[in-house]
């Protein structure tokens, strides 16, 4: 059984490597070309929104005899909404969202350099207080930028995403390429 897996396991590895490298070269134009990739992620997003707000809405009818029908159609409606709005403002869905990027990376910072000050007599707090630190600067060079930069910053964002998935699956093709 297990000599029959292998030969299959050997492919999958070889497809995974491919999307690997496809999504590194991805990453590349993404970062090289910001704002197509930033472009490109904000009308995904929106039209996830759109997407969503049907499934709401359909659930919602289909649940109009239970409690709750008139919260579940606004729901859906406010995500259908959201998600027109989106497709419609592209660039200004992206600067909120380069501004909600920036909020929590700065909530985050701090709660982490707290966290550094509790852990400070152990090993190795000074790597949680750098974490916290960097995600502080990041934060405050996103706000410092804000709107002007929210295209470039989202576009480098999800090229070096792309980058970072495409590494660990290339990785994870080479384990199943090599598996006994």
Not at 47 to 67: C, M, N, P
Not at 90 to 106: F, K, R, Y
Request: hydrophobic share 65%; charged share 10%; net charge positive.
């Amino acid at each position: 059984m297990t000599e029959q897996a292998t030969p299959e396991l050997s492919k999958a590895g070889g497809w995974v490597i491919v999307w690997g490298v496809l999504l590194m070269v991805a990453g590349i134009v993404a970062i090289v070309e910001p704002a197509i990739a930033a472009m490109a992620t904000a009308l995904l997003i929106a039209w996830l929104f759109v997407f969503a707000g049907i499934v709401e809405l359909v659930y919602a009818f289909q649940q109009r005899a239970h409690d709750g029908f008139p919260w579940k159609l606004i729901a859906g409606l406010a995500t259908l909404a959201a998600g027109v709005c989106m497709l419609m403002f592209p660039t200004a869905s992206l600067a909120t969202l380069v501004l909600l990027i920036g909020a929590l990376l700065m909530a985050s910072g701090i709660s982490s350099v707290l966290l550094a000050f509790k852990l400070r007599p152990r090993a190795r707090w000074g790597w949680v207080l750098f974490d916290g630190a960097l995600s502080i600067v990041i934060a405050i060079m996103i706000a410092s930028g804000w709107p002007q930069n929210s295209i470039d910053f989202v576009g480098i964002l999800v090229g070096f995403c792309l980058i970072s998935n495409g590494v660990w699956r290339i990785m994870l093709g080479r384990a199943l390429h090599a598996a006994p």
